[in-house]
């Protein structure tokens, strides 16, 4: 990404207590609360920068975001979010999210891309059609 490193720096530190936040939120609302942020943080940035690479990177993350909140907003019984969000896709997301941040700090494009390709992949697998998939093993995490 072409960013001064003053604003790289303060990229990659607004990230971090974002992830911070999502490590110590409770609740699956609270993480989910917290992440938005991140796309946020990205957003502020790309005012004075650009980059396709930090356009998509937010993209990506806000996407990811809906997807998942729309698959726990659709779920009715409390009882059954377990079933609906399976920890995996959970886990996956702040996995990635830490890829993220390291790819940003080591500024390779590519790298990020691919970190991108498997927020992608994640957002599909919570659609109806994705989850069919995720469910059937065709989709891996």
Do not use: W
């Amino acid at each position: 990404m072409k960013l001064s490193k003053e604003y790289q720096k303060l990229l990659i530190e607004e990230l971090k207590k974002v992830q911070e936040s999502c490590n110590d939120a409770k609740t699956l609302e609270d993480k989910m609360y917290y992440f938005s942020a991140s796309f946020g943080v990205v957003n502020r940035i790309m005012n004075f920068y650009g980059d396709p690479t930090l356009i998509f990177v937010q993209h990506s993350l806000q996407l990811v975001h809906k997807s998942m909140t729309e698959r726990l907003a659709a779920v009715v019984n409390p009882s059954i979010i377990s079933n609906s969000v399976p920890s995996e896709m959970l886990d996956a997301l702040f996995k990635y999210y830490g890829q993220l941040i390291s790819e940003i700090e080591k500024n390779d494009d590519n790298a990020i891309r691919v970190i991108l390709e498997k927020f992608a992949n994640l957002t599909y697998a919570t659609t109806g059609n994705g989850f069919y998939m995720y469910l059937q093993g065709k989709i891996k995490l």
